[in-house]
């Protein structure tokens, strides 16, 4: 709860993906890709029930045993390529009722930390908006974008009588990272997006920024888990962060 309103966390994970097959239960430093985003919402301060929204049994069974609650089974039909992760939101509404902001969190952001969820919810309640994301800054401006033709020829993304040639003269770009979606939900029922006018955004560094999508994306997440797990314990803690009795 954050100021007097209940939270609930939805966690979104189908059987299938094309990118990289059965992702949500691929091991990565030594965990299911869906058991980090289980515990840092298990470790935010504000989320007062954790959901799973699946299809599959295993990956049912998967969360239930890393403590995930699984209240329902996803319809078939909110299970396909084409689904959004509007429309599974919008069912875990219908299915769960009684609560006043709804957080998404993507199981393919597995170095989002407990802090940035709840820094998401801070950001939003304090900047009086009902919708709040995370975002991080991108390393290359979009006027240093190009299209290319069939002749391969380039023509820039964003056309510009006097371009920045520095990384230091262009101005900071931010896109959205996928990890934390946050919302009021009488408002997000109306309006059927956590994006619009009134959204703020909560920034994330690039490092736990990584969205998993292709085998690439996995390689490096786990590069970067066993990094993190090897410095809390050279301090002695343990890989969540807990310090060892």
């Known amino acids: 709860m954050i100021e007097g309103s209940s939270v609930l966390a939805v966690i979104p994970a189908r059987g299938g993906s094309k990118g990289v097959p059965r992702k949500n239960l691929r091991e990565v430093a030594g965990k299911p890709l869906l058991a980090w985003t289980i515990e840092a919402g298990r470790a935010s301060r504000y989320i007062d029930r954790l959901v799973l929204s699946s299809e599959d049994p295993e990956i049912i069974d998967v969360a239930k045993?890393?403590?995930?609650?699984v209240p329902f089974v996803r319809p078939e039909a909110l299970a396909r390529d084409e689904t959004s992760a509007m429309d599974t939101v919008l069912h875990a509404l219908n299915e769960i009722e009684g609560f006043d902001y709804v957080v998404l969190l993507q199981p393919t952001s597995p170095l989002r930390l407990a802090e940035d969820i709840d820094r998401c919810l801070e950001t939003c309640l304090g900047c009086g908006s009902w919708a709040g994301v995370t975002v991080t800054q991108v390393d290359k401006s979009p006027f240093w974008m190009y299209r290319l033709d069939e002749r391969m020829r380039l023509s820039p993304l964003l056309p510009s009588a006097k371009p920045p040639l520095r990384r230091q003269e262009s101005e900071a770009v931010y896109?959205?990272?996928g990890a934390v979606?946050?919302?009021?939900?009488?408002r997000l029922r109306a309006v059927r997006s956590f994006l619009s006018s009134d959204t703020v955004a909560s920034v994330m560094p690039r490092e736990r920024s990584i969205d998993i999508d292709t085998e690439f994306d996995l390689w490096l997440a786990e590069?970067?888990?066993?990094e993190r797990n090897r410095r809390h314990v050279a301090r002695g803690e343990t890989p969540d962060g807990e310090c060892h009795t």
Do not use: S
Request: aromatic fraction near 12%; hydrophobic fraction near 50%.
């Open 175 to 177: 896109v959205l990272n």
């Open 65 to 69: 045993r890393w403590g995930c609650e």
């Open 223 to 226: 590069l970067l888990l066993r």
């Open 181 to 186: 979606y946050a919302a009021e939900i009488k």
